[in-house]
């Protein structure tokens, strides 16, 4: 007879704990010895890729940063085909030694997104896991314009060279709107997700930028750190906001800035005109921020 393996990805160890699933529809799930109650190594990533293709090139990634998940709650997350890690960001008194992050597939859209939302938000209220306060809920999204790196002037090479013209006006925004941000977003600027200012520098792997609510110092994707989930309502229009800002950048920033003639009577040079693309995509993530918490009962000033 063939032994049930653990549900993780990338594991095919025997399983060791067993429990139904709703994600399998009540049928029994597996867990190994080590990952009923352990998690892999920080860094660890995910392999899965679920979802259909989509024209604009759209990949989505996840983190679940958790104080805890019982064994419900591991199981129901991995039937949702997340990794848990080790994150030594993550701090709780209570749960201290239990903290988990919960790694999920790489999704291509925002259907998965969208059903795991109602998912979570149901092993949250029976206390299946624990929101962990010290940090939020990461989301990475890339797009073909973001992944495109052939040199300097593609991809994110490009948003790093304009980062402060591109999210200083929408974070300014976010400041004067606390309440709207903290709806849509889940919480206000943090140690982890500080604000965008104009002294922001931004460079590949650079540290001060790596933890400002958007870090653009991966080489292909934007990460949104500034995201937490409270509901499945706030953090899904949360992600698609986030989804659109990116999409706004690549599309009235990245496709644009290497134009093969330029208006000289409007702009005096290359730099002038990019500048201007960076504007406009800004006032596109503003547009964005400002129909995303309106839609949760919001108006923006």
Same mark, same amino acid.
């Given at each position: ?7 993780? *990805?990338?594991? $095919? ?7 139904? /699933?709703?994600?399998? =529809?009540? &049928? +029994? ?99 299946? *896991?624990?929101? $962990? ?7 990475? /999204?890339?797009?073909? =314009?973001? &992944? +495109? ?153």
């Amino acid at each position: 007879m063939k032994k049930a393996t653990c549900m993780v *990805i990338g594991c $095919n160890c025997e399983g060791y704990k067993k429990i139904s /699933v709703d994600r399998r =529809g009540g &049928r +029994d799930g597996w867990l190994c010895a080590t990952h009923y109650n352990d998690n892999e190594w920080y860094g660890t990533g995910n392999s899965a890729v679920v979802g259909t293709t989509k024209v604009n090139g759209i990949m989505i990634g996840a983190e679940h940063e958790l104080s805890y998940a019982d064994l419900k709650g591991r199981m129901e997350l991995s039937a949702m085909k997340a990794v848990p890690t080790n994150d030594s960001s993550l701090t709780d008194r209570q749960y201290r030694g239990q903290e988990v992050e919960f790694v999920m597939p790489t999704m291509r859209g925002m259907n998965k997104l969208s059903k795991d939302a109602v998912s979570i938000e149901k092993l949250f209220e029976a206390g299946h *896991i624990e929101a $962990n306060d010290s940090c939020g809920t990461h989301l990475h /999204v890339s797009t073909e =314009g973001t &992944r +495109d790196n052939r040199d300097n002037d593609h991809g994110m090479n490009a948003v790093r060279r304009f980062y402060n013209s591109l999210f200083v006006p929408v974070t300014e925004v976010m400041k004067r709107n606390p309440e709207a941000t903290k709806a849509l977003f889940g919480r206000f600027f943090t140690h982890y997700a500080p604000e965008v200012t104009m002294t922001t520098r931004c460079h590949e792997g650079h540290n001060e930028t790596r933890y400002a609510w958007v870090n653009c110092t991966n080489s292909n994707r934007i990460e949104w750190r500034l995201v937490k989930f409270r509901t499945a309502k706030q953090y899904v229009t949360c992600c698609k906001a986030c989804v659109e800002m990116t999409k706004a950048v690549d599309k009235w920033f990245i496709q644009k800035f290497n134009p093969e003639k330029i208006d000289t009577t409007r702009y005096a040079d290359i730099k002038a005109y990019r500048k201007h693309c960076a504007e406009m995509a800004a006032k596109k993530c503003i547009e964005i921020y400002t129909k995303a918490c309106k839609e949760l009962g919001y108006e923006v000033q």
